[in-house]
């Protein structure tokens, strides 16, 4: 073997070793941050109005109130970007952006009220028109949700990502109270913890693959 030969094969080794390496620590890295997911709950949610008209037109006042808890004691999350949505029986019908804010260790932010209010369109079949006019009547609408659509920032010990869109926050089967001035309480709404799959995945970069 010539001297080319064995310096291109010691090169080759280098790199490769050096890259292992690379491996190896961003592994052991992750193993010893071990990130949790952001825990996100509704802890109010009421109307005041929610009238569906017979041109499918919607009127709502929908406000609800989130809490967001980073649990980690060594990660910092900045929040670049927070859109919340409105659905009703699987059709979204309205749009809130959040004031974009920083979250520290261990630390619970509260965000709120959201407040959905106006009016648009939404055309329902049959059955869900049943099911809409028995919770009116009820004064209690069960198939309510609220999605978050996130771009963060995390920042690890002193390592700081670039930006990315996590999984959406789904926030479903909320029972929503409808409050009337009639002088009777209305229902309590409960507390329902939302769905995030694993917060700190791309979700874009899971799309692409």
């Known amino acids: 073997m010539g001297f080319g030969s064995r310096c291109f094969c010691c090169c080759y080794?280098?790199?490769?070793?050096?890259?292992?390496m690379v491996m190896i620590a961003s592994i052991i890295f992750w193993i010893i941050?071990?990130?949790?997911?952001?825990k996100f709950h509704i802890t109010d949610a009421s109307l005041t109005r929610f009238n569906l008209t017979s041109d499918h037109n919607l009127?709502?006042?929908f406000r609800v109130n989130i809490t967001v808890?980073?649990?980690n004691d060594n990660i910092?999350?900045?929040?670049?970007?927070i859109t919340a949505i409105a659905w009703y029986k699987d059709n979204d019908f309205a749009f809130f952006s959040i004031t974009p804010f920083d979250q520290g260790h261990k630390n619970t932010t509260f965000l709120g009220p959201v407040v959905f209010e106006g009016q648009s369109?939404?055309?329902?079949g049959s059955k869900q028109l049943a099911e809409y006019a028995?919770?009116?009547r009820m004064g209690i609408y069960t198939d309510l949700a609220v999605d978050l659509d996130l771009r963060i920032r995390a920042k690890y010990g002193r390592f700081k990502s670039s930006r990315f869109n996590p999984p959406v926050v789904q926030c479903r089967r909320l029972r929503v109270p409808l409050i009337i001035s009639n002088g009777k309480s209305p229902p309590s709404f409960n507390v329902t913890k939302?769905?995030?799959g694993y917060f700190f995945a791309d979700r874009d970069a899971d799309a692409g693959a």
Do not use: A
């Open 59 to 61: 009127y709502y006042n």
């Open 121 to 124: 369109v939404m055309k329902l």
């Open 134 to 136: 028995e919770e009116s």
């Open 33 to 38: 941050i071990s990130p949790s997911s952001v």
């Open 13 to 20: 080794c280098t790199i490769y070793m050096l890259m292992f």
């Open 76 to 81: 910092i999350v900045y929040y670049r970007r």
């Open 194 to 196: 939302c769905r995030t």
């Open 69 to 71: 808890r980073n649990p």
